[in-house]
């Protein structure tokens, strides 16, 4: 008696079962099975073939990587993907090749067949090994200069910035995430792009406040507050925002070695404070013309700065403002 074809060889099942139950007979049945499987949307599915005789291409790999043929390795490692893509050895030849193009310095092509590893094996390739692969070639790249005849050279920090967001997609939960942020919101600050620096070093505080990196996260996040505070100095949200980072900076790293440069900027600040505090009173003093109003911001003004450069003429303002409202 002949053998009943596997469901998995035909993609719409149903109709398969629904042909073997319209005829009799084993023969019947495999012959009906076939020509419902070639036509009506479906086709029969091929198993994967045998990587074995595809052996000798990975020899001769592993040959030209022992001679340091980097560029050789890596041309026959892909010629044993290309016909095995994904037998039972092709997550260590992916390593391999990945390997072979990262010593050859074809690094942005090693980064990319980490990406296919991942993508074509996301339960069986070794996760934790490859994002940190990826991490150390992203890392040198972001140190690689270009143009060396030029001042030295420079850096492209925007080329490296796509390659640290894929890390993060691909590694949720990876221990190495602190520091693939701290160094993605390094690149926006080069960049000068500091809201997008800050809102990293934000993510990085709040998701891994004790990983070694929270520190210089907490004080590079108040950093580009700070500067972003200057770029726009109206905007009273991004002063108090600075403010604020800088504070929870010194009060949860009070011994930082970043912790002088965070006093200066938060002296800074506070003197910007205090005069935006008191440009409010006098408008309503000068231009507003509501004593009432004046008097009760300049009084909340000293309050809050009782040793600012501005608090004298505030307080004489004050004897004035009161000394005008008695007579009235």
Same mark, same amino acid.
């Given at each position: 008696?002949?053998?009943p074809?596997?469901?998995?060889?035909?993609?719409?099942?149903?109709?398969?079962?629904?042909?073997?139950?319209?005829?009799?007979? $084993?023969?019947?049945? !495999?012959? *009906? %099975?076939?020509?419902?499987?070639?036509? =009506?949307?479906?086709?029969?599915? #091929? @198993?994967?073939?045998?990587?074995?005789?595809?052996?000798?291409?990975?020899?001769?790999?592993?040959?030209?990587?022992?001679?340091?043929?980097?560029?050789?390795?890596?041309?026959?490692?892909?010629k044993?993907?290309?016909?095995?893509?994904?037998?039972?050895?092709?997550?260590?030849?992916?390593?391999?090749?990945?390997?072979?193009?990262r010593?050859?310095?074809?690094?942005?092509?090693?980064?990319?067949?980490?990406?296919?590893?991942?993508?074509?094996?996301?339960?069986?390739?070794p996760?934790?090994?490859?994002?940190?692969?990826?991490?150390?070639?992203?890392?040198?790249?972001?140190?690689q200069?270009?143009?060396?005849?030029?001042?030295?050279?420079?850096?492209? $920090?925007?080329?490296? !910035?796509? *390659? %640290?967001?894929?890390?993060?997609?691909? =590694?949720?939960?990876?221990?190495? #995430? @602190?520091?693939?942020?701290?160094?993605?919101?390094?690149?926006?600050?080069?960049?000068?792009?500091?809201?997008?620096?800050?809102?990293?070093?934000?993510?990085?505080?709040?998701?891994?406040?004790?990983?070694?990196?929270?520190?210089?996260?907490?004080?590079?996040?108040?950093?580009?507050?700070?500067?972003?505070?200057?770029?726009?100095?109206?905007?009273?949200g991004?002063?108090?925002?600075?403010?604020?980072?800088?504070?929870?900076?010194?009060?949860?790293?009070?011994?930082?070695?970043?912790?002088?440069?965070?006093?200066?900027?938060?002296?800074?600040?506070?003197?910007?404070?205090?005069?935006?505090?008191?440009?409010?009173?006098?408008?309503?003093?000068?231009?507003?013309?509501?004593?009432?109003?004046? %008097?009760?911001?300049?009084?909340?003004?000293?309050?809050?700065?009782p040793?600012?450069?501005?608090?004298?003429?505030?307080?004489?303002?004050?004897?004035?403002?009161?000394r005008?409202?008695?007579?009235?």
């Amino acid at each position: 008696m002949t053998d009943p074809i596997p469901p998995s060889y035909c993609r719409d099942g149903s109709m398969k079962n629904q042909t073997l139950a319209a005829v009799s007979g $084993p023969g019947i049945a !495999v012959l *009906l %099975l076939v020509v419902g499987c070639a036509t =009506g949307g479906t086709r029969a599915i #091929t @198993p994967p073939p045998d990587c074995a005789r595809w052996q000798a291409l990975i020899d001769r790999a592993d040959q030209a990587a022992r001679q340091g043929r980097w560029n050789r390795a890596a041309a026959l490692y892909r010629k044993y993907l290309k016909r095995c893509t994904d037998g039972s050895h092709s997550i260590a030849a992916r390593l391999d090749y990945a390997a072979a193009l990262r010593s050859a310095g074809r690094l942005h092509d090693a980064f990319e067949a980490y990406v296919e590893l991942l993508q074509r094996h996301p339960a069986a390739a070794p996760r934790d090994r490859v994002l940190q692969h990826m991490f150390e070639i992203a890392r040198h790249l972001a140190q690689q200069r270009h143009a060396r005849w030029l001042f030295g050279g420079f850096t492209l $920090p925007e080329r490296v !910035v796509p *390659l %640290l967001e894929q890390i993060i997609s691909f =590694g949720p939960g990876w221990e190495g #995430t @602190p520091a693939v942020l701290l160094l993605l919101g390094e690149l926006h600050r080069q960049m000068h792009e500091f809201d997008l620096a800050a809102e990293k070093f934000r993510r990085l505080i709040e998701k891994y406040p004790d990983s070694p990196e929270a520190e210089e996260a907490a004080f590079a996040q108040a950093a580009c507050l700070y500067r972003l505070s200057e770029r726009y100095p109206n905007d009273r949200g991004l002063l108090d925002s600075a403010w604020s980072a800088i504070s929870y900076f010194l009060d949860r790293f009070p011994r930082s070695d970043y912790a002088p440069m965070a006093r200066s900027y938060r002296e800074a600040l506070l003197k910007r404070r205090a005069q935006a505090e008191f440009d409010v009173a006098r408008f309503y003093d000068r231009i507003g013309r509501n004593p009432q109003a004046a %008097l009760r911001a300049y009084r909340r003004f000293i309050r809050k700065y009782p040793h600012s450069g501005w608090t004298d003429a505030a307080r004489r303002r004050i004897q004035e403002l009161e000394r005008q409202l008695s007579e009235n």
